[in-house]
Nanobody, 126 residues
Framework: QVQLVESGGGLVQAGGSLRLSCTAS????????MGWFRQAPGKEREFVAA????????GYADSVKGRFIISRDNAKNTVYLQMNSLKPEDTAVYYC???????????????????WGQGTQVTVSS
């Protein structure tokens, strides 16, 4: 069982930055791929970014590519999402998720992830 706790959300003006953190319980964090997803009001949950268990493989949604950076610190059981050049359309609840995949792969499919955090609100004002 893995418990995930997100933090770092808040209100920011367009063009600003935020860094989200997701800390996992347990001693097997390094065996999990981690993903960030988001859900805006009235919209379906969507993939944002993911990182393989070793940190060497990452992937991003086209909408955030070049603006967001996912990273992880396995010694701290934490995955980060650095969000730069934020836009009002980035407003959503952001969730982190964990899954065990073969090798250091990751997935952009939410159903592939086994564990989810409670979410953290990000609001970008125009």
């Amino acid at each position: 069982q893995v418990q995930l706790v997100e933090s770092g959300g808040g209100l920011v003006q367009a063009g600003g930055s935020l860094r989200l953190s997701c800390t996992a319980s347990g001693r097997t964090f390094s065996s999990y791929a981690m993903g960030w997803f988001r859900q805006a009001p009235g919209k379906e949950r969507e993939f944002v970014a993911a990182i393989g268990r070793g940190g060497g493989s990452t992937g991003y949604a086209d909408s955030v590519k070049g603006r967001f950076i996912i990273s992880r610190d396995n010694a701290k059981n934490t995955v980060y999402l650095q969000m730069n050049s934020l836009k009002p359309e980035d407003t959503a609840v952001y969730y982190c998720a964990a899954a065990r995949f073969y090798r250091s792969t990751w997935s952009q499919e939410g159903f592939a992830y086994d564990y989810w955090g409670q979410g953290t609100q990000v609001t970008v004002s125009s």
